[in-house]
């Protein structure tokens, strides 16, 4: 088993920045690949960003690529998501999910684990 506990969630006004973390607990980090995703109310959960176990290999929604920047610390067993130039479109709960050996995928099929979520609200 996989826990994970997002953070860094919060209110913003459009055109500023959060980093949300997802700190993992259970196995050895290092060995999982790891998504973020996200889910407006009324909406399905989309992909947002993805990073591989291995080489850190990374990967961006369209709507997000040139703003958001995933990032993980292996020693922390934590992965980040550095979000600048938000957008009210970005408001969403904000959900991180695991793999084993995961290449940071955009399918929600391809994770195992997720977390409970993050609140992140952009006012216009």
């Known amino acids: 088993q996989v826990q994970l506990v997002e953070s860094g969630g919060g209110l913003v006004q459009a055109g500023g920045s959060l980093r949300l973390s997802c700190v993992a607990s259970g196995r050895t980090f290092s060995n999982y690949g790891m998504g973020w995703f996200r889910q407006a109310p009324g909406k399905e959960r989309n992909f947002v960003a993805g990073i591989s176990w291995i080489a850190s290999n990374t990967n961006y929604a369209e709507s997000v690529k040139g703003r958001f920047t995933i990032s993980r610390d292996n020693a922390k067993t934590t992965v980040y998501l550095q979000m600048n130039s938000l957008r009210p479109e970005d408001t969403a709960v904000y959900y991180c999910?695991?793999?084993?050996?995961?290449?940071?995928?955009?399918?929600?099929?391809?994770?195992?684990?997720w977390g409970q979520g993050t609140q992140v609200t952009v006012s216009s």
């Open positions: 999910a695991a793999n084993f050996y995961g290449l940071g995928s955009a399918s929600l099929s391809g994770y195992t684990y």
